[in-house]
C-alpha cells in the first residue's frame, strides 16, 4: 500500500518538503478509521511524492479519497493533494513525475 503526495510545480521547492510532512499526517488524520489507513499505518507506510502541472493538478482532483492542502506562506494557495492510501491507483499515477529539488537555498 502507498499514499501519494501530489505537489504543484509552480511552488517554492524550499517549502516542497513541509508541504508533504503536511499532506502525510493530514491525509492520515482525515482517513483515520479507513481501513486502508490502519494496514497502511500498521505496515511500512509507503509514501510517493510527485509533482504535476496546473492542469494535471485540476484533473487529479476529480478522482476520490484525498485531502486538498493550501498554503497560507503564499496566500492560502492550493498547494498539494494528498490520497488515502491503497492497494492500486488509476494508472495514470503511475505515470506522475516524482518529486527532486531542483534548487533549494
Known sequence: MKMYIVLKNDIPDK??????????????????????????????????????????????????DYILLTESSIGNKEVCIAFCPREEFPKKFRFLKKWVPQNIE
Not at 21 to 28: D, E, F, I, K, T
Open 15 to 64: 517549502l516542497a518538503p513541509v508541504i508533504a510532512a503536511h499532506a502525510s499526517l493530514a491525509c492520515y488524520k482525515k482517513f483515520q478509521n479507513d481501513g486502508r489507513m490502519s494496514i497502511w499505518i500498521h505496515g511500512v507506510f509507503k509514501k510517493v511524492v510527485c509533482i504535476v502541472s496546473l492542469q494535471e493538478f485540476d484533473q487529479l482532483k476529480n478522482e476520490t
